[in-house]
C-alpha cells in the first residue's frame, strides 16, 4: 500500500454548509462548526447558499403570528414557534438567577444538553431590523454558516439561521419595508 492509499478509502462526511470533507467520526464541520449528524437539518432547512437567509418561510412559521417589534424562533425540534415582542433586546438562553432582562429560556428544549449557555447570546432591535450577538458562549454561536466573534453584534435579515451549541433556530420578523408596505 503507498501512502496516502488508505486516505483514498475512508469514508468521509461533507459538510452541508461548506462543502469540507470530514472524518467520517465527526459531529462538526472541521471548518465552519455545522452540525454534521442528526435532526437539526431536518426541521430547519440549510438553503444552498449558507449565507443566504430561509426564503420560505412561511413553511415553518406563520408570519401573521409575529408582533409588531417583534421576532418569530422556531427551534428546531421544538413543537411550535416562539412569537416574541423585543421593546430592546432578549437573552437567549437557560433560566439564571433573578434578573430583570427579558430572557427566552430554552432549558425546556433540552438546552443544557445541545450546549446552549445560560446567558448563551442577545438578540437586539435595531432601527433597521434585529442584530445577534454572542456572549462569549462556551460552545459557540453561528449566523448562518459564519461564526461569531463574542460580543460583537452582527446584523441578520429575517429568514436567517442561528446556532446555539448544537441548537439550531430559525429567526423571522417583519422588514421595515413589509411594516411600511402593510404587509
Keep these: 500500500m503507498t501512502p496516502g492509499e488508505n486516505e483514498l478509502h475512508t469514508p468521509r462526511k461533507i ?19 455545522a452540525w454534521l449528524d442528526g435532526f437539526s437539518t431536518e ?14 418561510v412561511e413553511s415553518f412559521i406563520d408570519t401573521s ?7 418569530g424562533i422556531l427551534v428546531a425540534g421544538a413543537p411550535k414557534p416562539y412569537y416574541l415582542h423585543i421593546y430592546k433586546e432578549l437573552i437567549v438562553g437557560r433560566p439564571t438567577d ?5 430572557v427566552l429560556d430554552l ?30 458562549s462556551r460552545n459557540g454561536t453561528w449566523l448562518n ?7 460583537k453584534p452582527y446584523p441578520f435579515a429575517s429568514g436567517s439561521q442561528l446556532r446555539m451549541g448544537k441548537m439550531r433556530l430559525l429567526l423571522v420578523y417583519h422588514t421595515p419595508s413589509e411594516k411600511h408596505l402593510g404587509l
Design 98 to 102: 433573578a434578573t430583570l432582562e427579558a
Design 145 to 151: 454558516a459564519g461564526r461569531l466573534i463574542p460580543n
Design 107 to 136: 432549558s425546556e428544549l433540552e438546552a443544557y444538553a445541545m450546549g446552549v449557555s445560560k446567558r448563551h447570546a442577545k438578540i437586539r432591535r435595531t432601527a433597521t431590523g434585529f442584530e445577534v450577538m454572542d456572549l462569549n
Design 15 to 33: 459538510c452541508p454548509i461548506c462543502r469540507t470533507e470530514n472524518e467520517a467520526t465527526a459531529p462538526d464541520c472541521q471548518n465552519c462548526g
Design 43 to 56: 426541521v430547519v432547512a440549510i438553503p444552498d447558499a449558507a449565507n443566504a437567509p430561509i426564503p420560505e
Design 65 to 71: 403570528m409575529i408582533p409588531e417589534e417583534g421576532i
